[in-house]
Every structure is written in structure tokens, then in C-alpha cells.
């Protein structure tokens, strides 16, 4: 079975910081491209940062610098840590494993950034 279980979200106020953690299990998660999306309602899910097998990194524009993907395949874990945090960050954030063309999505965790 597989499972992806994201923690760390909250609410924040602007400028502060939150790392978000998406602990894996079920698939073999070195193989895995993992990524972090969010989604806000009304709006379509977009993609926040990725980082692939070989640890190479993307992101959206408006984080760049201020968000940093990471990956342990020993612990089967991705992060995001987020820093210097907006009000427009406020989404529920998805953590998504994608081999091929299975993909696995965690349920979500909230992240709320108002002063």
C-alpha cells in the first residue's frame, strides 16, 4: 500500500518560515521524481518545486530563492522548506511521487500565511 503522509504546515505570518515534510512508504522512493504542488480553492493545482532521481532541482518563479526542495532516500522523505513566506503562499500543499507513469499524491497539508 502505497502512502504519502505530508506534515509541517500551519499558519505563519509573513516573512516567517515552515518546513514541510512528505514521509513515503510503499514505493521504492530513490526512483521516484518528488514534488511539491499547492492549490487554492477556485484555482488549479500548481507546482511549486520538483527534484528528480539525481537530485536536480526546479520552481515555480515567484519561490525561487526563497523556497528549497530537498530529498533523503534513506528516511524516504522530501521537503520544502519555505522561507520568507507571502500571504499569496497560502494553499493546502500536495506532495506527489511520479515514476513513469504512476504518480501518488499525499493528502495535503495547510499552509496559512497572514499577519
Known amino acids: 500500500q502505497v502512502q504519502l503522509v505530508e506534515s509541517g504546515g500551519g499558519l505563519v505570518q509573513p516573512g516567517e518560515s515552515l518546513r514541510l515534510s512528505c514521509t513515503t512508504s510503499?514505493?521504492?522512493?530513490?526512483?521516484?521524481?518528488m514534488g511539491w504542488y499547492r492549490q487554492v480553492p477556485g484555482k488549479q493545482r500548481e507546482l511549486v518545486a520538483a527534484?528528480?532521481?539525481?537530485?536536480?532541482?526546479n520552481y515555480l518563479d515567484s519561490v525561487k530563492g526563497r523556497f528549497t526542495i530537498s530529498r533523503d532516500n534513506a528516511k524516504n522523505t522530501v521537503y520544502l522548506q519555505m522561507n520568507n513566506l507571502k500571504p499569496e503562499d497560502t494553499a493546502v500543499y500536495y506532495c506527489?511521487?511520479?515514476?513513469?507513469?504512476?504518480?501518488?499524491w499525499g493528502q495535503g497539508t495547510e499552509v496559512t500565511v497572514s499577519s
Open positions: 527534484i528528480t532521481r539525481g537530485g536536480s532541482t
Open positions: 510503499g514505493i521504492m522512493f530513490s526512483n521516484y521524481v
Open positions: 506527489k511521487a511520479q515514476f513513469g507513469s504512476r504518480a501518488y
